[in-house]
């Protein structure tokens, strides 16, 4: 059974940074790609990082030019570098990963971690 472990979050001033990780396990199947996702309180889940097996990275403007996705495939666990935390980066963080490419294209990945929380204050 695939079960993919997110850390790393919690409290933080305005323009501090964080980094996220998610191990992953049991994998039966190969992942086209790895996604970190939000949801803050109220409001609908929103993508924010991709990055898919060819190393090919995706972003949300919003996010754009402040986090980071990587991976350490050796150790199965993806990486959410996130720098110049504003208030609404606020939000529960879960990881994902895709096991096809139409899955990853359309940002609607088959596996999800159970979320770990990001706080931004003013």
């Known amino acids: 059974q695939v079960q993919l472990v997110a850390a790393g979050g919690g409290s933080v001033q305005t323009g501090g940074s964080l980094r996220l990780s998610c191990a992953g396990s049991?994998?039966?199947?190969?992942?086209?790609?790895m996604a970190w996702f939000r949801q803050a309180p109220g409001k609908t889940r929103e993508r924010v990082a991709r990055?898919?097996?060819?190393?090919?990275?995706s972003y949300a403007d919003s996010v754009k030019g402040r986090f980071t996705i990587s991976e350490d495939n050796d150790k199965n666990v993806l990486y959410l570098q996130m720098n110049s935390l504003k208030p609404e980066d606020s939000a529960m963080y879960y990881c994902?990963?895709?096991?096809?490419?139409?899955?990853?294209?359309?940002?609607?990945?088959?596996?999800w971690g159970q979320g770990t929380q990001v706080t931004v204050s003013s």
């Open positions: 994902a990963a895709g096991t096809s490419l139409s899955r990853c294209w359309t940002w609607s990945p088959d596996y």
């Open positions: 049991g994998y039966t199947a190969r992942t086209y790609c």
């Open positions: 990055i898919d097996s060819d190393g090919t990275t």
